[in-house]
């Protein structure tokens, strides 16, 4: 079945810091490919999303590469903020029968001190 | 504009009991979804609505679980016969049909079973 695995947590950076949190999939076909963010006490919501590969997703200084070569989407951002301490998950839609269904990675805790 | 809201925002009930957990859809999206949030397996879809019928069931976990959704708006995930198992954050969606992609999560529903 589709699955998603990211990298564990959680990571610690200082500001500024450049940031990547490792994403791989499995999916038969071509799925679309998404990047979630929880802050505290919020509800998650979407940071970036790519559709077809080689397509770039980007959002707040994120960005996020769709590698069908490689089957991953790891997300970077060059400079960190303490605002981006949060719980990244990446995420998964396979389309046909599973059009309504996200499938989600374990999700990766970041925290960023001053 | 308002979010996806949920109710309520914690329960907590004894083990055998059954609960309702409620959620209210962005105005004018038509998809649904709902999903459970728990330390042990992560964030797990359960069912997709696109209006009132629900294609998508896949991932009730057991016949205890049903949900509902009355005049293509509200939804009500209905867990019966409550186990500790079952203890979890509950995680309504919506999107705008034809954006399946992008799911605007509510707050959530903490479920305490005791």
């Known amino acids: 079945g589709d699955s998603v695995t990211q990298m564990e947590g959680p990571v610690t950076l200082s500001e500024e810091a450049f940031l990547t949190i490792n994403c791989t999939y499995t999916a038969t076909g071509y799925p679309s490919l998404f990047w979630y963010v929880q802050y505290p006490g919020e509800g998650l919501q979407l940071l970036l999303k790519a559709t077809k590969a080689d397509d770039k997703g980007s959002n707040k200084g994120f960005e996020a590469t769709y590698r069908k070569e490689t089957t991953s989407f790891h997300l970077e951002k060059g400079s960190v903020q303490v605002s981006d301490s949060a719980v990244y998950f990446c995420a998964l839609n396979a389309g046909g029968t599973s059009y309504g269904k996200l499938t989600f990675g374990q999700g990766t805790i970041l925290t960023v001190h001053p | 504009g308002a979010g996806v809201s949920q109710s309520p925002s914690n329960k907590v009930t004894e083990k055998g009991k059954d609960v309702e957990l409620r959620c209210d859809p962005i105005?004018?999206?038509?998809?649904l979804y709902w999903y459970r949030q728990s330390l042990g397996q992560g964030l797990e879809f359960l069912i997709y609505f696109q209006g009132n019928s629900a294609p998508d069931k896949s991932g009730l976990p057991s016949d205890r679980f049903s949900a509902e959704r009355t005049g293509g708006s509200v939804s009500t995930l209905t867990i019966q016969r409550t186990q500790q198992e079952d203890s979890a954050v509950y995680l309504c969606?919506?999107?705008?049909?034809?954006?399946?992609?992008?799911?605007?999560f509510g707050p959530g529903t903490r479920l305490t079973v005791t």
């Open positions: 969606a919506s999107s705008t049909k034809g954006q399946a992609y992008e799911q605007y």
């Open positions: 105005s004018g999206h038509t998809a």
